[in-house]
């Protein structure tokens, strides 16, 4: 026997085989059909027994296999069930040869068969046979499960008839020796009246009966034949047979002990009537075994003593013992280099049922040794189906990591080289059902949470299998999908080179076919959800910026308390208090305005050693329609941290979030969501976007400031007047926004002077300028300022002492002079105070003052906002008249 069958399990032992097979040209789809409501006649009552029959159906079964029938009756074909299509009457003599000829395949070992004909009406289908069952078509034969049951019965008649048969031989007659194929010339000349081989004989037929007695479902009776096989046997050292008494006692005892079965299916099979009563009696730890006399045999499985039955239970071995004889057994079948696919089979039945018990290492110790059986020459298949049930039932032991390596394995085997066609898909297939024994999930939202699980060498290993199979599969997308998984999940673990190769790689792929956010279905359903580079560039914060404070929209105070008043009749609600805090965490202070460009700061790094180049990156926002200008940068090799400021303008009014930043790298778009980042710190992402207002763009007649001015000003003009003197200062407003201008106020503050100013210092005429309201886009006017001074330079003690007697007349400076300097004191005539408070007295003083633009419209106006343009103006005055020397006279009379 050559093909192992992998799903074998302990409670096959006691069911019948029954092949179903098509005749002719049977439509595939049709066939299975009706092959599952076969199948689901797995079990039958009995009529006027007790007894239950179980059957394993089979579709496809080796004759070689069928061979070893005498060795294990439970893999002897005894039914034929042949489904088949007949059109015509002229059809159904062929149809009815090439079923006959189906059952010469199996006719040395079948009890009874049937043959189900479609398609064929008429006279012909109106015979009665029992043997044959017509039906107008696939659809219409609602009897098939009845005429399944019939059959099954008459194989139960038939199987009844051979366990009385063989159980009732006299010691008188001559009872055959049965044989394994292999066997057959071994046995050629030898004595067959020697005491040794009629043991021999003698022990094989009493395993072989109770073989036939578990299928009939007399467990207790098949219980004592396996111990006096065994006994026999051991005697004779029969050692092939004896492995299979001890494996037929071990499937006896589990049937006892598990009714449910050991296969893992989830329709487990119905417990009989007396396995139900004794379930509670089965686990009893240091239950004694007590072998029964041979005599109390029954002919029909039925005791009206049910006391003896209970007896009897205690024939079966315990759970312990149970993996004890299997050790047995199979050491057994590994001294004969034929019995490997039997040897095979016991191990995955110990392994099933050593599952059941929960002894997984145990269990590793018969899969380890079912791995290293020899079964000669296997076809690639068998290699696949091999590793694939090793991985299975590693699996079914929670060996989740040695499950992974077999499924590889069992993958690589698809694609050897042997093979004249690969089976790339189902080599990809494979590969993805080992992922989870590796602690490798596809969704990168499990890389983010703590700590690396797995070992990320392996891991690296599977995704690069991955990617080829799915490129040798002519599916690009999903090699840069995976790709993509790599190079973001095990970044930390790739050296500098195949960080390299890996993005090489990468950028080959998207070349044809650019990685996006879509996700990716699968042919069997599986989902790959997309992988956002959050690596490539890091971002560890995200700042969102005030407008330039010229921008800034501001509220009318005499509307700030409307909002929270009209929302709640009550003067303090700690409800609303409560949700309000939480909206303030959350919502920035500042607000931005509609229509205007908005800056949020990134600082990020670069953890490549290689140049990265970051294309179309712009922001990801909600709440608001939100135009985002994507800008490229280019990061220099592992760059720490570096500012990056991205852009865009809202399109509506209300409150916006900024939820993340899209990129492109490597030709992957990525969508990287701030929820997604754990590392990065974000002070607040929702800000108030107001409804849009008009902007102004100042310009004045004179020229800017030299003076440092204050971030609040937005421009500034400084200038030199004498004391007492005038300046015309022309100030030009545009509107260069896209909303008019409807209101325009104009205020000055003068800041803080020591000396005493005399009259207005700013004065302006408004007018002229509010005429022009409104004041469409693209449109300036003009407002003139008077620009007086007007100081208190008498009285200066620190210049009467700074002016020395050396008999010179005072000397004036007209103020129509040209001279527009300040001029100071020698230095010899300065006094050097050590005094920190006193300071070296300077011709000059300075005026300072601002004037603000308050200005709204559209409708910001409307919501009651405005705008706020500061300009600072900067004087230095002078005395009109200046001392130089001063002499005295003495007085005359």
Avoid at 600 to 626: A, C, D, H, I, K
Avoid at 684 to 689: D, L
Wanted: one cysteine or more.
């Amino acid at each position: 026997m050559s093909v192992p069958d992998y799903m074998q399990c302990a409670e096959d032992h006691q069911t019948v085989l029954v092949v179903v097979q098509p005749v002719g040209i049977v439509p595939e789809e049709q066939f299975f059909r009706i092959y599952k409501r076969i199948a689901s006649v797995s079990q039958v009552s009995v009529r006027d027994s007790q007894r239950q029959l179980y059957i394993r159906y089979r579709h496809h079964y080796p004759p070689e296999n069928n061979e070893w029938g005498d060795f294990q009756t439970h893999r002897k074909v005894v039914g034929l069930v042949s489904v088949t299509t007949c059109a015509t009457p002229k059809e159904w003599p062929q149809t009815s040869d090439r079923f006959h000829c189906q059952k010469e395949v199996y006719g040395a070992t079948l009890y009874d068969s049937r043959l189900l004909v479609f398609g064929l009406q008429g006279e012909i289908a109106e015979q009665q046979r029992t043997d044959v069952a017509f039906y107008p078509s696939y659809d219409d034969c609602p009897d098939v499960e009845r005429r399944v049951e019939d059959f099954v019965e008459s194989i139960f008649i038939v199987l009844e008839s051979k366990r009385l048969d063989r159980a009732t031989d006299k010691s008188g007659d001559k009872i055959p020796l049965l044989c394994v194929p292999f066997e057959k010339k071994d046995f050629v000349g030898l004595d067959t009246d020697s005491r040794h081989y009629k043991k021999r004989c003698q022990g094989r037929m009493r395993k072989h009966v109770g073989d036939l007695c578990l299928q009939a479902g007399m467990l207790q009776d098949a219980l004592v034949h396996y111990h006096m096989a065994v006994e026999l046997l051991r005697s004779v050292n029969d050692f092939l047979w004896l492995g299979a008494a001890l494996e037929g006692l071990c499937s006896a005892s589990v049937i006892f002990h598990y009714p449910g079965g050991t296969a893992g299916k989830t329709a487990g099979r119905k417990p009989s009537v007396s396995q139900a009563a004794d379930s509670g009696k089965r686990h009893r730890p240091g239950a004694q075994e007590v072998l029964i006399d041979p005599g109390a045999l029954t002919t029909n499985g039925i005791n009206a003593d049910t006391s003896t039955e209970i007896g009897r239970a205690k024939n079966c071995l315990s759970p312990e013992d149970i993996i004890e004889k299997y050790k047995e057994a199979i050491s057994y079948y590994g001294k004969y280099k034929n019995a490997g696919v039997i040897e095979l089979e016991a191990c995955v039945k110990a392994v099933r049922v050593l599952a059941i018990q929960k002894r997984a290492m145990e269990a590793s110790e018969f899969l380890q040794n079912a791995v290293y059986i020899n079964l000669g020459q296997l076809s690639e298949e068998e290699k696949i189906q091999r590793y694939s049930v090793l991985s299975e039932l590693y699996e079914l032991i929670g060996f989740h990591r040695k499950s992974a390596f077999f499924k590889r394995v069992a993958a690589m085997q698809c694609v050897a080289p042997t093979i004249p066609e690969p089976g790339w898909r189902a080599c990809y297939k494979l590969l993805l059902e080992t992922l989870p024994g590796y602690s490798l999930s596809l969704d990168p939202k499990d890389f983010s949470k703590g700590t690396h699980r797995g070992w990320a060498a392996v891991q690296m290993r599977l995704l690069h299998e991955l990617v080829y199979a799915s490129r040798r599969m002519g599916n690009p997308g999903l090699s840069v999908r995976h790709l993509s998984f790599l190079l973001q999940t095990m970044l930390d673990f790739l050296s500098d080179q195949e960080k390299k190769e890996v993005t090489q790689s990468l950028e080959n792929y998207t070349s044809k076919c650019p990685g996006g956010m879509e996700v990716i279905t699968l042919p069997d359903g599986m989902k790959l959800p997309p992988v956002p580079f959050t690596k490539l560039p890091i971002v560890r914060s995200v700042k969102l910026l005030n407008l330039p404070v010229s921008l800034r929209p501001h509220k009318v105070k005499a509307l700030l308390g409307q909002s929270l008043s009209s929302k709640s009749p009550f003067i303090y609600s700690p409800i609303a208090m409560h949700n309000r805090g939480d909206e303030r965490n959350k919502k920035i202070e500042f607000q931005w305005v509609r229509g205007d460009v908005c800056e949020v700061q990134l600082m990020v790094y670069n953890p490549m050693p290689f140049e990265l180049r970051v294309e179309n990156m712009g922001l990801l926002t909600s709440g608001v329609e939100f135009e985002s200008l994507p800008a490229a940068l280019s990061l220099p090799a592992e760059s720490g941290l570096y500012p990056v400021t991205l852009v865009g303008v809202p399109r509506t009014a209300g409150n916006i979030t900024i939820s993340g930043y899209h990129t492109s790298v490597f030709g992957v778009s990525s969508d990287c969501l701030l929820e997604g980042l754990s590392m990065v710190k974000a002070g607040g992402c929702m800000v108030e976007v107001v409804p849009s207002l008009p902007r102004l763009q100042l310009s004045t007649s004179l020229p800017r400031s030299a003076h440092p001015t204050s971030e609040d000003l937005s421009s500034s003009v400084s200038l030199q007047l004498f004391n007492g003197e005038c300046q015309q200062l022309t100030i030009t407003l545009e509107n260069i926004g896209t909303e008019n201008l409807e209101t325009l106020e104009l205020a000055s503050k003068t800041l803080t002077i020591k000396e005493k100013l005399f009259g207005e210092f700013l004065s302006w005429d408004l007018q002229e300028a509010l005429s022009h309201l409104p004041l469409k886009p693209g449109q300036s006017l003009t407002i003139p300022v008077c620009i007086k001074v007007k100081l208190d330079f008498s009285g200066q003690e620190n210049l009467l002492q700074d002016l020395n007697d050396d008999g010179i007349s005072v000397t004036g400076l007209p103020i129509s002079s040209p001279l527009r300097q300040v001029l100071k004191p020698r230095a010899e005539s300065k006094a050097v105070s050590s005094e920190p408070g006193k300071a070296e007295y300077n011709h000059v003083k300075t005026l300072e003052a601002v004037l603000s633009f308050k200005y709204s419209g559209g409708a910001g106006h409307l919501e009651g906002y405005y705008r706020e343009l500061c300009m600072g103006v900067h004087v230095d005055v002078e005395p009109s008249v200046f001392f130089t020397r001063v002499s005295t006279l003495p007085a005359t009379r």
